[in-house]
Every structure is written in C-alpha cells, then in structure tokens.
C-alpha cells in the first residue's frame, strides 16, 4: 500500500539531527565553531603583543593578527545570525507544512483527538519554538568548544592553572544538568496550558452567536481562561529554574576564575608565566568557566525538544494508507460487508451488511445518533471501519490509489466549508480544476447560478465577501460535488438548509433519468426519502429495513422517525 507523502512517517526524520536545511545547519556549525577558534586565539595574540610591547620589541605584526582576529569575529559573528535566522526560519516553514499535509492526511481524527485550537496553538506557537531546535544543536558543540579550548589553553600555559579550572568542574556540569532537565519539564507544561487555552478560545469563537444570545460571555471568558494560573505558574516555575541556574553559575564560576588569576599571579611572582600570559590566561579563564552561554543554549534547546515532542504526538497520528488498484468499469456499485464503527468506546454501528446498485439513489434514515453521518464518512473513505469492508464496483475502497478513489467518490455536506478563494475556484474545487462552464452548469443544478449571478463579481467574487445563508450554502457545496463526474455521490444532509421548494428542484435535477452514477442520500425528511429508489432504516446501530419509502411508511416506528407532521 502507498501512503500520502505527508504520512509516510510519524517521526520528524532528519529534522533530530541536521533539520530540512542540513547544508545550513553543517555551515553554521562551522561557522560557530570557527568564531570560538578566533575568540581562543585572541587572547593569546593580545598577550603576545602586549608581551613585545613591553620588551620594547617590534610588535606591529601581533598588533596587526589582533586587529584581523577582531575583524574576523565580527565577520563571523554577522555570518552567524543570518545563518541562523534563516535556518530557523526554514525549518519553522518546513515543520508548518509537514504538520499541516499530516493533519490533513489524517482528517477529523486528529481534530476529535486533540482539539482545532490545540491543533491551532502546535502549528502556529510550538512549530516555531521547535523550529530552533537544528539552530541550537548546531551552536551547541561551539557553545562547548569556548570551555574546553579554554582549558586547554589554561594548561599549555602552565598546568596548574587548567588544575584550579577543573577542580570546579563537576560543580558547573551538575548545575547544567539538573538546568537542562527542569527547563524542559517546565517548557512542556507551559506548551500543554497554551493550547488549552488555545482549545477553549477555538470553541468559543465557534459558538459565538450562541454565546451572546445566552449572554454568557463573562462565563465563557472565564472558562477560557480558567488554566491561565497554570500557565503563570509554569511561565514563573520556567523563569526561577532558568534564574537559579544563572544564580548558581555566577557564584561559582567567578569564584573559578578568581582563582586562575590568583594562581597565575603566584606564577608570574615565580616567573613562570610572562605578564602577557597573565592577561590571557585571565581571558581564558572566563571563557573556561562562563557557563552563561551554555545555559542560554540549553534552555533554548529545551524549549526546542519540549515543542517538538508535542509536534510528534500530532506525527504519530496515523493517516489512512491508500492502495494501488484502480476501479474496473462499473455503474458504482456501493457495497458494506460486516462494517463496525466505533466512536470512542461506543459502537456506533454494528455489522452493517449494505448494497446499493450502481446507478440507483439510497437514502439513509434514522434518528439522531443513529450513525447515518458516520455510515456515509465510511461510504467515501472519509473514516475507516473498525471491521469489516466497503466495497466500490467490487473493490475495497482501502486497496484504491488515493486520486482514483477523490476522483470516484464526491461529497457534499450539511456546512460546506468555503475555503476562501473565489466562488468558481470553491465550486470547481476537486484533484482536478472544473472548467469555468462545468462549473455554471453545476451551480445551476444547485439552484446556485442565480444568487452568484447577483454579486458585483458574479463567480470572481470571493468567498469572504459574498454573502450568503445557510441554503445559499449548501447549495455552493452541492454546485462543488455536481461539477466533478463521479462514480458515487454522498449526500450527508446536504439539503436540510433549504426549502421545501428549493429541495424539491435539486432532488428532481439530481434523481432525473439524465444522471449518471450512485447517490447515497442522508435525509431527514420523508419527501426527501420519498423520491429515492430506496430507504435504508438505520436503528440502533443496525439496518432494521431496507424498502421503498412507501412501505416502509406503513410501519408506525418508521413514521415516527421523522417530524410530526410529515405525509409519504
């Protein structure tokens, strides 16, 4: 089986070690690196000219390879933050998309699983954080090379000196250690109450007309933002690690240094070191125990692993795999064999057995939870069965390529999502572009043509500046699965927004001996039921009956599926 490209894996790849940019991230590694080189060698140019200097010997050349060290930091240092400005940049739009193909790939099993806002907060906040994870791995060695090399060159200018260094050292490495882990612990909990409230503001937003026609908006305002002292502590309990940890390393590491100056100053009484030697090995000794950019670069990379380990949980969501058949000729056959569907821990059907004959219309009836959306998601492979099978003219639909079965099956819904380009664009929408006259001819098959034409920009006007009802809708949505050919169309309540009237015309356009192709029908009226071939009677997760609508309407359970009122 073939997977979208955006779910052949679950982890980020190469982004843990080098990042989308490996080329980048290797040249600024290198120039890190050689900027510490330079900041190492420094000190010892100064110590060497000041050394001449006072011999009253020629010196101009030292002078000179300090002045060119200087310049070359500077260079080096400018080279340093474009690097990683842009790596940081590429790997935050690389990590977007990544999550954004995933979260499509997977489809509304990742909303139900962690939320939009959620999902919002990960994609926008923590890619970001995460996307400075390849730029503080690659800074990191460097950030490490200013310590060592500084020790070193404490000892090749006299031993005792790096010996002062290293009897503090496992001071230092426990304090960054223990640093490295509590930022991290910290940085998680401040990411999860983010995207919590992140989560909350998402639903609120989506409910806002029902919320101010409750006049409930303090009360929602609160829940909101009820984790908010959540997040203050973990923003506090982030801060006091990170300051205790700068605290910790300012007293002891002067303390280091101190003591390198002391001890060099006892061997320049002795004559063991030159005064030169004395300055750079003061310079060395704050390279060897400043600890200040170590913990700069931890905490960063701590913020870095904290995001990305909520990007992988997103990762780790499976999307559905597709196969490499292509569909036989046929009339759309729609076939269910044993399907089991579960929502959570509910059954929501059980052993469905289905057949609708190509070319025919089925509508699909049942009280409200019955599972009538959930039987039409699997219908189209918008959701996969738990068990059993659904077939397309004799092929499981898991076994089809993914353009072949986009291309066989369309949809059409009860709140069509207009994604905002213009309105031809989200009528045509599909693997392929409809042509501009398929798709007037659909949105006159959706009773659309006429509204459109009434805009100031008729088809050009876009989506965020045509106004339009919930019918009005439903009826760009319906135009959007009437201007593809297709081998199965899925009505899921598409026509419960519109009048009676308005319903009547499509069903009749849709039913007529004109059309081609198999229509599964979500209907909640019984005209609507009236008009297909046939009727599928959902009940308690199960098909109670299958039958024309007129004699089904016989049985008195039947009638009583639908609104009080209704005539066959």
């Not at 739009?93 to 995933?102: E, P």
């Not at 909350?200 to 305002?221: F, N, Q, W």
């Not at 308005?502 to 229509?519: D, Y």
Request: net charge positive; proline share 6%; glycine share 12%.
């Amino acid at each position: 089986m073939t997977t979208p490209p955006a779910a052949r894996t679950t982890g980020l790849g190469p982004f843990g070690l080098l990042g989308p940019a490996p080329g980048r991230c290797v040249a600024l590694g290198l120039v890190s690196t050689a900027a510490v080189g330079a900041g190492l060698l420094l000190p010892a140019a100064l110590g060497r000219a000041l050394d001449l200097l006072l011999a009253g010997a020629p010196a101009t050349r030292w002078v000179a390879y300090c002045a060119a060290l200087v310049l070359l930091l500077a260079l080096l240092d400018a080279a340093e933050t474009v690097l990683g400005g842009t790596l940081d940049a590429r790997t935050t739009s690389w990590l977007r998309r990544r999550l954004t193909g995933h979260v499509l790939a997977v489809g509304p099993r990742a909303a139900e699983r962690f939320g939009p806002g959620d999902l919002v907060a990960r994609l926008v906040g923590n890619a970001a954080q995460a996307g400075t994870a390849p730029t503080a791995r690659a800074a990191l060695p460097a950030a490490l090379a200013g310590p060592v090399g500084g020790l070193v060159a404490l000892a090749l200018i006299d031993p005792w000196l790096a010996a002062v260094l290293l009897a503090g050292a496992p001071v230092l490495a426990l304090l960054l250690r223990a640093f490295a882990r509590d930022t991290r612990e910290c940085a998680a909990d401040y990411q999860r109450e983010q995207g919590r409230i992140a989560a909350a503001l998402a639903e609120a937003v989506d409910g806002h007309r029902t919320i101010r026609a409750a006049g409930a908006a303090e009360r929602e305002s609160a829940r909101v933002l009820r984790p908010l002292p959540a997040l203050s502590r973990a923003g506090h309990r982030m801060w006091r690690v990170q300051g205790r940890a700068a605290g910790q390393s300012v007293a002891v590491a002067p303390l280091l240094q101190l003591g390198v100056v002391a001890v060099a100053g006892l061997l320049l009484v002795r004559h063991r070191v030159t005064v030169g030697e004395m300055l750079a090995a003061s310079r060395y000794a704050v390279l060897a125990g400043g600890v200040g950019m170590l913990v700069g670069q931890l905490a960063g990379l701590a913020r870095a692993r904290a995001a990305t380990g909520r990007l992988t949980e997103v990762l780790a969501e499976h999307a559905p795999p597709h196969g490499d058949r292509t569909l036989p000729p046929g009339p759309g056959r729609l076939e269910l064999r044993g399907v089991t569907a579960r929502r959570g821990d509910r059954v929501v059907l059980a052993g469905v057995d289905l057949v609708v004959p190509g070319g025919t219309t089925l509508a699909v009836v049942g009280r409200s939870g019955t599972g009538k959306s959930l039987l039409a998601a699997l219908a189209g492979r918008l959701a996969d069965p738990d068990a059993g099978e659904v077939l397309l003219d004799g092929v499981p639909l898991r076994e089809l390529t993914h353009d072949e079965l986009r291309g066989a099956v369309r949809h059409a819904f009860d709140r069509p999502a207009l994604l905002g380009g213009t309105l031809e664009e989200e009528i045509g929408l599909g693997p392929t572009p409809a042509s501009p006259a398929r798709v007037r001819a659909a949105a006159r098959t959706a009773h659309a043509d006429d509204f459109v034409n009434r805009l100031p920009a008729g088809y050009a006007t876009l989506c965020a500046d045509a106004p339009h009802s919930g019918g009005e809708a439903q009826r760009l949505g319906l135009a959007r699965a009437f201007a593809h050919d297709s081998r199965l169309l899925v009505l899921d309540d598409a026509l419960s927004s519109l009048d009676t009237v308005t319903e009547a015309q499509i069903t009749t356009s849709l039913l007529g001996s004109g059309t081609h192709g198999t229509r599964l029908l979500i209907a909640h009226r019984a005209a609507t039921a009236a008009r297909a071939d046939a009727v599928a009677w959902l009940d308690g997760g199960r098909v109670r009956a299958v039958g024309p609508h007129e004699k089904l309407w016989q049985l008195p359970d039947y009638r009583a599926v639908f609104a009080e009122g209704e005539e066959p």
